[in-house]
């Protein structure tokens, strides 16, 4: 089957990082299936031999079937998901969106783009590195900085308070958005509503 694209929302698995500002492209997947069972309609993949959970939906906003899947390898390994997956289903890069935290965005603000650097992110890193290439496009969910750098991994790996948990879960609908404009319309379109222009 020919697929439009993949989304890949980046987390780490198991109970001890549920919830945490790490797994924030975990839970737009966990959004966006919860969207297709509504709208549409999802069924779950195989994803065993790509380490991750996978699933085929098709929303009408998309435009046709997409691959949505959660890596089960650690962050710092999602490259081991990603690249097998794109190969195995002949996807080029530039088909790939990766969902993921950026601690240089406030908390519930999105951009999206295609390519650029990791700025650190273990996870786009390794997905870089595995694929040969940074050129897919990212779709970038704000944490915020802590206050004191120091403190940059027990922020990724902890729980917001009340205040980030509200302005986090109020970006789901409009990273959505985003996600059905790229597939929709193109990346301009998509980083034009991320930023808020359209």
Same mark, same amino acid.
């Given at each position: ?100 935290? =950026? ?7 999105? /951009?999206?783009?295609? +390519?650029? &650097?990791?700025?650190? $992110? !273990? *996870?786009?890193?390794?997905?870089? =590195? ?7 496009? /990212?779709?970038?969910? +704000?944490? &915020?900085?802590?206050? $004191? !750098? *120091? ?48």
């Amino acid at each position: 089957m020919e697929y439009k694209g993949v989304l890949v929302g980046l987390g780490n698995s198991g109970p001890q990082y549920a919830g945490t500002r790490h797994n924030m492209g975990f839970l737009l997947v966990s959004a966006l299936l919860a969207q297709a069972e509504k709208e549409g309609k999802f069924n779950e993949l195989n994803g065993f031999h790509f380490s991750c959970e996978l699933h085929k939906i098709y929303i009408a906003r998309m435009g046709g079937a997409w691959l949505v899947a959660k890596p089960l390898t650690f962050m710092n390994e999602s490259g081991r998901c990603v690249q097998p997956l794109l190969a195995w289903h002949k996807l080029p890069p530039s088909r790939l969106v990766v969902a993921h935290d =950026e601690l240089d965005i406030p908390a519930g603000v999105l /951009r999206f783009k295609l +390519g650029g &650097g990791n700025a650190g $992110h !273990n *996870g786009l890193k390794s997905i870089s =590195e595995q694929l040969g290439t940074p050129d897919f496009c /990212r779709l970038r969910m +704000g944490i &915020g900085r802590p206050q $004191h !750098n *120091g403190d940059v991994l027990n922020w990724v790996l902890g729980r917001p308070d009340e205040t980030d948990a509200a302005l986090l879960f109020a970006a789901l609908p409009g990273a959505l958005d985003v996600l059905c404009a790229f597939a929709g319309k193109g990346l301009e379109a998509a980083v034009c509503l991320a930023r808020g222009l359209i």
